[in-house]
């Protein structure tokens, strides 16, 4: 993850290699599907979309 200030806060990108350390090429295309990439996404989504309804309030709480 890569955290960024901006003039309006903080920005967060994130990048995946899935499968980067799986050296075996069979093994890579069981484990890593489509389905694979898409759960990633998903997950991703829902967990930011969590935090940014969170982390202003915990910001204005505890910034010091």
């Not at 903080?10 to 090429?25: E, H, V």
Request: proline letters at 3%.
């Amino acid at each position: 993850h890569i955290f960024e200030e901006t003039g309006e806060g903080l920005q967060l990108t994130s990048r995946f290699w899935l499968g980067s350390t799986l050296k075996n090429p069979l093994l890579r295309k069981i484990i890593l599907t489509d389905d694979t990439a898409k759960g990633m996404a998903e997950h991703c989504a829902v967990e930011y979309r969590a935090l940014a309804e969170i982390l202003p309030s915990l910001y204005e709480k505890y910034a010091v």
